[in-house]
């Protein structure tokens, strides 16, 4: 890390003190803990878990609800304090004392990730920004990647992984910034169990959710999650959610060495988005206003199916495989009104709408083999696969028929009825297809006690192929891409470990396939003659040093890293250079930072998961740089000079830090930080040196939690968000008419019961 950055790190440390302090606290209670034990010659105290807590987590540390021990995925041969890159879980114990039930409010309270906004060509939907860098795309359940921008949510979640940095090697395309992977519960073998759960809280919340196991026999059970929701935003009603859905899995297991799983996952989703409040140019302010989504008009539903089965076999007692196969469909349609003065559309005045709609289709296939024996009088543990998939997607808009003259002139006193008549949803607009097919090799080799390393290559060939129906325009095109990760982990301690890592990843041009051909959003970047075919893949290359510390009789792991993530190749939108025998790949930028990390048990009644994001986003080259113009609505314009600019929706400081003390066994007590310094507003790779930038500021939020729990079957939980009710934004759009609202005051009671 340079002179300048670090300088930057360590100013930004000292202007906001309150980033440090739930880490340092939580640090320093661990190690004088970890001493106090060792003098003592004692065991740690273990938590005792509730009884409830039947369908533990395969992947948790046993007596550590807050710490994962592994990843679920295969390829991930070594536990998370022994893998040398950056990991977050999120177990399903922190989640759901959290209080919070979609994946979009738990990801976007995690430090280095922000969130992006549904307008300039992007869908209404989860979208994530991991270290600076676009993953809407980087999503996956159980391994397998799972395309369409829907609403996620946890109710069948066991456990949430983030992998940070570049991983194309695992994930294929993207994974600039890193990846998610949500870990579904499984049937088990070892208990009968049914558990529902209500809840009941402010702003019309009610959620009930069922999940009950089966073993039918020594060879066959079954599992069933279900769940009903809804809710209106907090202070911001009509706005609210409407979510049902279940997971139906089962696992047949004829001997002990084969195992087949299969699951069909269903969510439903009708909802009222909220896009909050407007940034005013001219004032440098917010323009606040109540939701102005009209009744007969607006509404964001979600839709999703999707079938998986996985068979997994031991071939000899060293070499086994697995192969998991899905087919999912999932949609989203959505109207959405914001305020925009001067801005008609329709018969509504001062109100923009933005509307789309959605379906996507997917069919993956991924077979691997995992071999882990002794070669050259060494351990390897070999990783290799095979891997295929076709994406279906097509676009389309709506037609608005209003029946009457409405009109909304006063932002701040909006009538949510005014809008009468009907919505038509139009034919596909655009029909895309990416198919795909990678093969790679990993392993992992124990050179010593102290020394294993890591290493691995991944090749992904792909077939694009783009009908512009709109335009009456089609494009197709073909490429492969290679790459790779290599790393080393040196364990000289008993209890921690340094690493180092690099890592590449590569995206085709469109390769954020919801964007159509939005460029600049991840759609195709296009040009009049045909030579978007030869635009070159966008790649990024990720350096990271490390520690990891198992503490706490490995209850519990602290991590620390630095890191730098280059992109290059950057394909930037408005360039329409090939006729003069340029590239479309003239941009690129660079992400460094720090990251702390703290998970499990800090002492024997407090636990604790926690993380620290500081980092610095600079834009190194732009076609964009001040030379050049380009035509636009209003003529021919020069754009600002983007060169040393900082990335858009990007926290420079954040950190959550999520605490619960075991005041008696029965009652637990817990509260949780979440901070963002202030971000840009722009596209996901566009720098700003703008002076009249529109910018959300720094926030900090706070959530409580209580958890008593009455006997071995019954268990309370009450939460409050938002406790101070802080006003604070998670995203910005460029153009400023779009400033999400972060979620205001509420509470709630959840009541758990065991049979």
Known sequence: MNKDLSSSLLENTRRHPLMLTGIAIAVSAALSSQVKAEEADLNTLVIEESELASDANPYGEQGAPYKAKKMSDSRYTRDIAETPKTVTVLTKDSIEESGKTDLESILSAQPGITLGTGEGGNSFGDRYIIRGYEARSDVYTDGLREPGLISRETFALEQVEISKGPSSTFGGRGTTGGAVNSVTKKPSYDEDF??????????????????????INDEVAVRFNALYSEADVPDRAPAGIEHKGFLLSGVYEPNADVAINADYYYFRGNDKEDVGHAFNRTTESFNKYDYVGQKGLDFKKSEADIATIKVSAYLTDDLRVENKTRYGETTNDYVVSAYQDGWTRSVITNVRNFDAWQENKYLGNQTNFIWDTDLFGKRNTIVTGVEYANEQTKIGDHDYSSTNSATLNDPYNADNNLFQGTVTRNSASSKLTLETISVYLMDTVTLSDDWEVHGGARYDYFD??????????????????????????????????????????????????????????????????????AAKPETSTNLELGTKWNLMNHKLLLTAALFQITKSDVIESGVDSYNSGGTFNTGENRVRGVELGLSGNITDKLSGQAGLALMDSETLKSYWDGTHASTGRGGAVSYPNRVGGAKANFAEQSFNVQLKYQFTPAFAFGAIATHSSEMLGGQPDEGSLDTNVIETPAYTVYDVFATYQVNKNFDIQANVQNLTDKEYYTAIYRGGSIAYLGAGRSASVTAKYKF
């Open 464 to 533: 694009y192929k783009l009908n512009d129906i709109a335009n009456s325009t089609k494009y197709q095109f073909s490429d492969g891409v290679w790459n790779g990760h290599l790393g080393a982990v040196y364990s000289p301690w008993e209890h921690g470990n340094v690493y180092a890592t690099w890592s590449t990843s590569s995206n085709i041009n469109g390769g954020e396939i919801d964007a159509g051909t939005s460029c600049g959003y991840g759609g195709l970047c296009t040009d009049q003659n045909g030579n978007y075919k």
């Open 194 to 215: 049914s558990i529902i759960s209500g809840t009941l809280g402010a702003d019309s919340k009610q959620r009930y959710t069922l999940d009950t196991n089966k073993a």
